[in-house]
């Protein structure tokens, strides 16, 4: 099965069922094909297969459309990210050499280069979907960039459907399901559900744009089930959900993942919407799916802090990829929950490397894994638990302190929306913590580091606490600590 069958295999079963809700507008499985087949890039623009499709706009059924229709021609679709900068958007289009680009209509800033494509203005053409095989290429997502420049992640169309299946089942996906579309379709935090939820015939339910009130209805009157937010979302909704009362609602599962997210916020959130939580971990290069905190049936008879403690781990592997934490020299570190090496994965949905770079290809795909860079401790039932990014760690007098520790930490108060703790030089440690906090109200530097010292040993505390009012981040919403860093040194 290639993406375009999993969009026709549905047409096909349930044609007249709603597939997309998107504002006023209702698209049912045959129409959303036919307005794939309308895009007809491979017929209209003469595109040959493996040529780049770039696509620029928010959340909206075209955007879905795109996603089978360049699959459909056999060409690679480049989601760009709406939050970059023209330059930004610049060096990806150099890079990825797209022929065309979609993009909204109000969008005034378009680079130059590629056909120009205003979305969901497609017209009914002559277009006959092609085949593809499992390694075609299919998407070309450009990370984030916070060390660097971005990279172009290859998926094949292999590594999507491999995805949606083992989403579909490990998340008890149905077709009754309606799947909230929030978090951005250009990043595959969203985009993964593009596939899975076709897959079983569920309903797609499009925002296009993040707003606590306004998603807080959409998940009310639109009857969603379930959705992924990254945890700066979930605060904000949990909030308005506590102002304000959820009332009756059918949301069964909120995902997250992104950045680490506080016990408390977790709590307040099955407190307001009765639902099951779920921690995610992955990256663009693993279709994104690396682990899963799905609670297993024994965990329901642990008392509920212990039931909150598993929730808020990372998880479990997921099921199409095979998880190590392995040290430096590659060998497995013990299963007890306080060992920390560097996780690595392989499996069907593990990109198959970066585009036209060998080099950055070859650093992270050795000896038949993908190396994450990420480090974590593994328990004795194989769940992970993520304490740094490699390039995070910070040494400070000859010790290492991991900034998702201090973080959570921080965010235990209950005056912290979010945190950030990242390393400076230092003359006499070599590096010391600093951090930047963004309040949830009235609080004071020293009352957070006496907070920190009453948890944490002494090295581990931040020297310095930053008050701000916003974190800087990435187009994808990641925190950007190299920008935290060059702000702090540049003073």
């Known amino acids: 099965m290639d993406i375009w069958q999993i969009l026709e295999q549905r047409a096909g079963l349930h044609p007249d069922r709603v597939a997309v809700e998107d504002g006023a507008l209702r698209l049912t499985w045959s129409e959303l094909r036919a307005r794939a087949r309308a895009l007809g890039l491979a017929a209209e623009l003469d595109l040959a297969r493996g040529e780049r499709v770039a696509y620029l706009g928010r959340n909206c059924a075209a955007f879905l459309e795109a996603y089978f229709a360049c699959a459909a021609a056999g060409t690679i679709l480049v989601p760009l990210n709406t939050r970059a900068t023209r330059s930004e958007l610049e060096a990806i289009l ?8 979609i993009h909204d209509a109000d969008r005034s800033d378009l680079p130059e280069g590629p056909a120009r494509c205003v979305a969901g203005s497609w017209n009914p053409g002559r277009f006959e979907p092609v085949s593809a095989c499992a390694d075609d290429a299919a998407q070309l997502y450009f990370t984030s960039g916070t060390t660097g420049r971005p990279k172009g992640v290859i998926l094949t169309h292999g590594n999507v459907v491999s995805h949606a299946l083992a989403a579909s089942s490990e998340l008890d996906l149905l077709d009754d399901d309606v799947w909230g579309h929030v978090a951005p379709l250009f990043h595959l935090a969203d985009a993964w559900a593009v596939f899975a939820i076709t897959l079983v015939g569920g309903r797609h339910v499009i925002a296009p744009r993040f707003d606590a009130r306004e998603i807080l209805d959409l998940l009310v009157e639109r009857g969603v089930t379930l959705t992924n937010l990254v945890p700066t979302m979930i605060v904000r909704l949990v909030a308005e959900a506590e102002a304000r009362g959820v009332g009756e609602h059918h949301l069964r599962l909120l995902l997250s993942g992104g950045a680490p997210i506080a016990p408390d916020t977790v709590r307040r959130l099955l407190a307001a919407f009765g639902c099951e939580y779920a921690q995610t971990y992955g990256l663009t290069e693993t279709s994104p799916f690396l682990t899963l905190g799905l609670l297993r049936p024994h965990h329901y008879q642990l008392g509920p802090e212990e039931r909150l403690a598993r929730r808020c781990k990372t998880g479990r592997p997921f099921e199409t990829v095979e998880l190590e934490v392995v ?47 990420d480090l974590a401790t593994v328990d004795e039932e194989g ?83 930053e008050l701000r009012d916003a974190l800087p981040r990435t187009g994808s919403g990641k925190l950007c600590k190299a920008a935290l860093r060059r702000e702090a040194e540049s003073r």
């Open 94 to 101: 150099e890079r990825a050499r797209p022929r065309v680009l």
């Open 327 to 373: 040290d430096e020299e590659g060998r497995r570190v013990p299963a007890d929950g306080r060992s920390v090496g560097e996780i690595r994965a392989r499996g069907t949905t593990v990109s198959p490397g970066y585009w036209e770079d060998p080099e950055e290809t070859a650093r992270a795909f050795r000896d038949g894994w993908f190396h994450t860079g």
């Open 383 to 465: 769940y992970l638990d993520i304490v740094d990014r490699k390039k995070d760690m910070i040494l400070t007098g000859g010790e290492c302190v991991y900034s998702i520790e201090v973080e959570k930490v921080l965010m235990e108060h209950p005056a912290v929306l979010e945190a950030a703790v990242y390393a400076l030089p230092d003359p006499e440690w070599g590096e010391r913590v600093q951090a930047a906090v963004v309040p949830a109200g009235p609080v004071e530097a020293d009352e957070l580091l006496a907070h920190c010292r009453e948890r944490l040993a002494g090295y581990k505390c931040p020297r310095g606490i």
